[in-house]
């Protein structure tokens, strides 16, 4: 076969991830998926804190990576050609305890002045959607919690989107039924602005 290699002994009306045997079976992980230099950038919007929302530790935060995009692909340093791609902050989140498919993400970023992390969100934040990111890696660890196979995000934002500083990354989950929100914050911050890490720890 020589027009289409790739399909030599390949089933093309069977989807590869659907399979009974387990050796045939195939993880989708993050090298599978679309590079972040390719996703489409998103604009942050002021936060408002409108209806029931309060902040809960159920919501469970792991915000893996946030810093430049070029970074993350090493393809670049911190300079600004490599700001061109932009901003990348991906993770996984899920609520403790519930049905996690009856829940809509998004992500919080706060601006940091003098907050202590314990306190609750302030006026200068904003939020972002997020595309998910199915996970099984992470489903398989947590067997004990509901739909969770969707549970990672990602984001990627202009590197002029926000303004300069420190920001603590949050999660914002939104229950589809009964509107309640509930949101935590992860122990990662995110630095808009050149010159300077963009991982640290909180």
Known sequence: MEIHEDLD??????????????????????????PPNELPF??????QARGKI??????????????????????????RKSLKDGYLIQGYTFVIGDDNALYEKKLIL???????????????????P?????RPEIAEQIPDQKNVNFCGFRVRMRADA??????????????????????DFGVMLFHAGPGKAAQTEA
Do not use: W
């Open 9 to 34: 002994g390949v089933d093309p009306f069977l989807h590869r991830y659907i399979s009974d045997n387990e050796n045939m079976k195939v993880q989708v992980t993050l090298n599978e998926i679309a």
């Open 42 to 47: 998103t604009s942050p919007k002021c936060f």
């Open 54 to 79: 309060r902040r809960d530790a159920v919501v469970r935060a792991g915000v893996e990576y946030t810093g430049l995009v070029s970074r993350y692909l090493r393809i670049g340093r911190d300079s």
């Open 110 to 128: 706060e601006r940091l002045r003098a907050q202590k992390a314990e306190d609750p969100i302030g006026k200068e934040a904003y939020e972002l």
């Open 130 to 134: 997020v595309e998910e990111v199915y």
């Open 162 to 183: 926000l303004p300069e500083g420190d920001y603590r990354v949050g999660i914002l989950m939104r229950n589809r039924v009964h509107r309640q929100k509930l949101y």
